[in-house]
Nanobody, 115 residues
Framework: QVQLVESGGGLVQAGGSLRLSCVASANIFDIVYMGWYRQAPGKQRELVARINSGGSTIYADSVLGRFTISRDNAKNTVSLQMNSLKPEDTAVYSC?????????WGQGTQVTVSS
């Protein structure tokens, strides 16, 4: 069973930065992608950013140019550097990992951006 543990959420003022990190529970092979989704109150969960095993990335249009996803394959970690944060970035951010036809999720970490 894959477990994902997130860290780095918190409260920040608009324009500030946060860095989220996610560590997988053990050495895992055959990872298709790792990434981050978010869900704001009353809204559906949405993709923030994802990075595949080859290093290719995709981002939501709303975060392009502000957020950067990175991955350390040796440590099975994925990080999300979030700059120029906006109040509309406020949400629970969840780490995700896909391998062997299954998708795994972390418990989520709250990010709150005050105006």
């Amino acid at each position: 069973q894959v477990q994902l543990v997130e860290s780095g959420g918190g409260l920040v003022q608009a324009g500030g930065s946060l860095r989220l990190s996610c560590v997988a529970s053990a050495n895992i092979f055959d990872i298709v992608y790792m990434g981050w989704y978010r869900q704001a109150p009353g809204k559906q969960r949405e993709l923030v950013a994802r990075i595949n095993s080859g290093g290719s990335t995709i981002y939501a249009d709303s975060v392009l140019g502000r957020f950067t996803i990175s991955r350390d394959n040796a440590k099975n970690t994925v990080s999300l550097q979030m700059n120029s944060l906006k109040p509309e970035d406020t949400a629970v951010y969840s780490c995700t990992l896909r391998r062997l036809g299954q998708t795994y999720w972390g418990q989520g970490t709250q990010v709150t951006v005050s105006s």
